[in-house]
């Protein structure tokens, strides 16, 4: 079936503009998470949706990095005023409810401030 | 606070030898760990998964341990193929579904 979806694959912007990075889950997944990777670095955890529950905003870096998941399926992440520093692949993972542990990664949105 | 711990050095290996990654942990036991592999440009792809009360896991030329005592997983690739060269990655989950992941190790397999 198919796998997690991101789009865009690839998005370099300006200094000072918003972006909205798509995800779009494996079909039926109730968990879906966001992460940031920086060169030779570890996966960030920026925040994660279950179901229909409050989701865990705990890893934003900072009040500039929302998102969204609408209707339990697709989630958007947006970053506000974006920094150089901002600069990362920013990759998105779902999971089913009956294997919890384990995630399945979408390809990743390169994101580039200049 | 928790860290987890992967080799930051590359693992070269000749084809048909067994490659084995070592991922260790501070402080409490995870209740899971995964590994996930990595290839460039790509998104981690899940591989397996063990629970704290597991010792060993087997998925085709995959083998993970995990060792409470040691604190420490490993993780085998037997008969490894030049095709099993990225980078690997593992993550443990304790009280919530929020995994911490290590930074990966690269393995790189001669032909």
């Known amino acids: 079936g198919a796998g997690v979806s991101q789009s865009p694959s690839n998005k370099v912007t300006e200094k000072g503009k918003d972006v909205e990075l798509r995800c779009d889950p494996i079909s039926g997944h109730t968990a879906l998470y966001w992460y940031r990777q920086s060169l030779g670095q570890g996966l960030e955890f920026l925040i994660y949706f279950q179901g229909n529950s409050a989701p865990d905003k705990s890893g934003l870096p900072s009040d500039r990095f929302s998102a969204e998941r609408t209707g339990g399926s697709v989630s958007t992440l947006t970053i506000q005023r974006t920094q150089q520093e901002d600069s990362a692949v920013y990759l998105c993972a779902s999971s089913p409810r009956t294997a919890t542990y384990e995630q399945y990664f979408g390809p990743g949105t390169r994101l580039t401030v200049t | 606070s928790q860290k987890i711990e992967q080799n930051s050095e590359a693992l070269n290996i000749q084809e048909g030898k067994t490659a084995t990654l070592t991922c260790n942990y501070t402080?409490?036991?995870?209740?899971?760990l995964q590994w996930y592999r990595q290839d460039p440009g790509r998104g981690p792809v899940f591989l397996l998964l063990?629970?704290?009360?597991?010792k060993e896991k087997r998925k085709e030329r995959l083998k993970v341990t995990f060792d409470t005592t040691l604190k420490q997983s490993l993780f085998h690739i037997t008969a490894s193929q030049p095709a099993d060269s990225a980078t690997y990655l593992c993550?443990?989950?304790?009280?919530?579904?929020?995994?911490?992941f290590g930074r990966g190790t690269s393995l790189i397999v001669h032909p």
């Open positions: 993550a443990f989950s304790g009280g919530s579904y929020i995994p911490t």
């Open positions: 063990i629970r704290e009360n597991e």
């Open positions: 402080n409490y036991s995870p209740a899971y």
